[in-house]
């Protein structure tokens, strides 16, 4: 039971971290009361009786609450982190931004894999140059590394992608933009 507690605990304080920037840039409410019920039950699952009384079914209970920690807690992640995505600007025209978090205290360098789907416009199977190769810019529109992973296509392009990010701010977000590849000079 007691590894399950350090993933729900730091979904949680993700969570947390990311509600706050939420409610201090006005996006959304503090779910207070959300927080306040997910933490009673983890702490309730970290109860010093493993396989004392109760047992099997007690102990049950308690990793029942540690799961739910980690998919409610993940939920209101997801939510804040979607929140703060969608309020991105995106100064590169026909571009599809790519936000990576960084819930650390800390500025972070890393690797991050993505998985991005491309629509068409005005109808999914229109990807037009996209689907001649795809480029990552920076918010200052340098060419930054990447490699495509995965890739599969019906009526829209999937694509899973891996790339550097340098500078991730402490408790914030970086923006990286797709674009269609343009031709080589040649």
């Given at each position: 039971m007691?590894?399950?507690?350090?993933?729900?605990?730091?979904?949680?304080?993700?969570?947390?971290?990311?509600?706050?920037?939420?409610?201090?840039?006005?996006?959304?409410?503090?779910?207070?009361?959300?927080?306040?019920?997910?933490?009673?039950?983890?702490?309730?699952?970290?109860d010093?009786?493993?396989?004392?009384?109760?047992?099997?079914?007690?102990?049950?209970?308690?990793?029942?609450?540690?799961?739910?920690?980690?998919?409610?807690?993940?939920e209101?992640?997801?939510?804040?982190?979607?929140?703060?995505?969608?309020?991105?600007?995106?100064?590169?025209?026909n571009?599809?931004?790519?936000?990576?978090?960084?819930?650390?205290?800390?500025?972070?360098?890393?690797?991050?894999?993505?998985?991005?789907?491309?629509?068409?416009?005005?109808?999914?199977?229109?990807?037009?140059?996209?689907?001649?190769?795809?480029?990552?810019?920076?918010?200052?529109?340098?060419?930054?590394?990447?490699?495509?992973?995965?890739?599969?296509?019906?009526?829209?392009?999937?694509?899973?992608?891996?790339?550097?990010?340098?500078?991730?701010?402490?408790?914030?977000?970086?923006?990286?933009?797709?674009v269609?590849?343009?031709?080589?000079?040649?």
């Amino acid at each position: 039971m007691w590894p399950q507690i350090i993933p729900a605990t730091a979904t949680l304080l993700a969570a947390e971290r990311f509600a706050t920037i939420n409610y201090a840039l006005g996006y959304a409410p503090y779910p207070q009361r959300e927080f306040d019920f997910l933490w009673k039950k983890l702490v309730e699952s970290m109860d010093h009786n493993h396989d004392g009384q109760g047992g099997a079914i007690g102990d049950n209970r308690k990793i029942g609450y540690e799961q739910l920690a980690v998919l409610h807690g993940g939920e209101i992640l997801r939510d804040m982190l979607r929140n703060i995505a969608e309020h991105v600007q995106v100064p590169i025209p026909n571009s599809i931004p790519i936000v990576v978090f960084n819930p650390l205290g800390w500025t972070r360098d890393d690797v991050v894999r993505a998985h991005v789907t491309l629509f068409g416009d005005p109808s999914p199977g229109n990807l037009g140059a996209f689907r001649k190769g795809v480029r990552l810019l920076d918010e200052a529109g340098n060419s930054i590394p990447v490699h495509v992973e995965e890739y599969s296509e019906n009526i829209s392009r999937a694509l899973v992608l891996v790339f550097p990010v340098r500078g991730v701010p402490s408790l914030g977000y970086k923006t990286y933009y797709l674009v269609a590849a343009s031709p080589l000079p040649g």
